[in-house]
């Protein structure tokens, strides 16, 4: 007679939990020899290359915050230039009404912009499906009219920083005397690194919250609210969590962003186009609902401004095409279809049950 027990999952010395794989091992020591890199880069490359590579890294940041927000808390947003206008504008008010410098106003900048999340989200999360992403626009045209009435910070037409804030950002003189070069070329430095350590913070940020109590939430509610919430999981304190926290990140971004152009108008810092529609673009190409994605997006899109932009609107029409396109014959985006492929993951987030040595043969010799 086969005496019955318990299977090794049961016992707690038989089995763990895993989330890294070896290609995350792998991906983890090429990462961080990049941003080493990238970090050092200042040293030998030109400006040109320095400018863009900031473009690169604040919209890998925004696609990185829109995704964790539409891909994992299920909250389709097309008003997220509200918190990249907030964040810009914020920092104008900073810097030239309250004297702070420049870098100190970037944090501080999504510090207010997650404050502002909050009776936002008490507003918008009224709100389901289609009516929620129209709602948030809605709240982006609102804070458009509402800043435009600040004659303090150009009205309607906009402003600009002057070089007694741009030209003294913190630690600028030791640039310009370490790289020998003058003031504009040294603010330049000061927003690339900013721009590297918003990227970095930003993929870093959701990485860990998807590893966290947090992430195991979002999982749930993703894969059905319903069942969520009947296993204890709060949706709405979830979401409302996630909603802040991307509204500080954002805000950020958008802060540097504006940074970096020394100038800022209503129009131009709550523009849908560049600050949402680009975002989502780039994210549905690259594949919603993981990390690698909005990364792959991202680099697809720069090649393909970089190289078509000069064709003005055929630019935009083979944009949505391929986006149209990766919808149709690629649902899951094209790291998505990599994925369903060929099962490989940089940044894995999802827990797997390992059963350790010795103990399937020690359930063996019992039974």
Same mark, same amino acid.
């Given at each position: ?48 290359? &320095? +400018? ?40 104008? $008010? ?26 936002? $989200?008490?507003?918008? *999360? ?5 009516? *929620?992403?129209? !709602?948030?626009?809605?709240?982006? +045209? ?15 037409? !906009? ?5 007694? &804030? ?23 430095? &000061?927003?690339?690194?900013? #721009? ?52 500080? #990140? ?42 690698? !994605? ?6 697809? *899109? ?6 078509? #932009? ?47 040595? !010795? ?9």
């Amino acid at each position: 007679m086969i005496k019955a027990v318990s299977p090794p999952a049961a016992k707690t010395s038989g089995y763990r939990i895993e989330t890294r794989t070896r290609a995350s091992h792998a991906v983890t020591a090429v990462a961080s020899a990049l941003v080493i890199f990238l970090a050092a880069l200042p040293s030998f490359a030109g400006r040109g290359i &320095i +400018e863009e590579l900031i473009f690169v890294f604040y919209m890998a940041a925004l696609a990185q915050c829109w995704n964790l927000l539409a891909g994992y808390a299920g909250l389709v947003s097309v008003g997220q230039q509200a918190f990249v206008g907030l964040g810009g504008y914020l920092l104008f $008010a900073l810097t030239i009404m309250a004297g702070i410098d420049p870098l100190a106003a970037i944090v501080l900048s999504g510090v207010l912009a997650a404050i502002f999340a909050v009776p936002t $989200a008490l507003v918008v *999360f009224r709100l389901r499906g289609a009516y *929620f992403a129209i !709602g948030t626009w809605v709240v982006a +045209e609102v804070y458009r009219l509402v800043f435009a009435q600040f004659r303090q910070l150009g009205g309607g037409t !906009g402003t600009s920083l002057g070089p007694d &804030i741009t030209n003294t950002v913190f630690g600028i003189d030791w640039v310009k005397s370490m790289f020998d070069v003058r003031a504009p070329a040294a603010r330049d430095i &000061i927003s690339y690194w900013a #721009a590297l350590a918003l990227a970095v913070g930003t993929i870093s940020l959701v990485y860990f919250i998807l590893r966290s109590r947090l992430g195991l939430a979002l999982g749930a509610i993703r894969d059905s609210e319903d069942a969520a919430e009947s296993v204890g999981v709060d949706n709405w304190r979830v979401k409302l969590t996630i909603y802040v926290i991307v509204a500080a #990140a954002t805000g950020m971004i958008g802060a540097l962003i504006y940074l970096q152009t020394a100038r800022i108008s209503p129009d131009a810092a709550f523009s849908v186009l560049d600050w949402t529609a680009y975002v989502i673009v780039i994210v549905v190409i690259g594949g919603i609902g993981t990390i690698e !994605g909005p990364l792959l997006g991202t680099i697809i *899109f720069y090649l393909l401004q970089h190289y078509l #932009a000069s064709f003005g609107a055929w630019y935009l029409i083979l944009l949505g095409a391929l986006a149209i396109a990766v919808m149709l014959y690629a649902p899951k985006g094209l790291w998505g279809s990599v994925v369903g492929r060929y099962g490989l993951t940089l940044f894995p987030t999802r827990r797997r049950l390992v059963v350790q040595k !010795g103990a399937l043969r020690s359930y063996r010799q019992e039974a």
